[in-house]
């Protein structure tokens, strides 16, 4: 059992470094201070499909 926690533990920190991440290229990026708001509540709103639609869609 400790086993799956210590595996949730290290994927969990993993996408916490995604999404920071993601937010700091954001408000980084050349966008217009709009989108950089939107992507970055959508990104801590709802962090698994933000982040996944933030690299799909996100950088260029």
């Known amino acids: 059992m400790s086993m ?3 595996t949730g533990g290290f994927f ?3 996408w916490l470094i995604a ?3 993601a937010i700091i290229k ?5 966008a ?3 989108t950089k708001v939107l992507w970055t ?3 801590l709103v709802l962090p ?3 982040v996944i639609l933030w690299f ?3 950088p260029k």
Not at 26 to 30: F, I, P, Q, W, Y
């Open 41 to 43: 509540v959508l990104i």
């Open 12 to 14: 969990g920190l993993l």
């Open 4 to 6: 799956n926690i210590q």
């Open 26 to 30: 954001v408000l980084g990026s050349r």
């Open 56 to 58: 799909l869609l996100g």
């Open 48 to 50: 698994v499909l933000g």
């Open 19 to 21: 999404v920071v991440y």
């Open 32 to 34: 217009s201070t709009g």
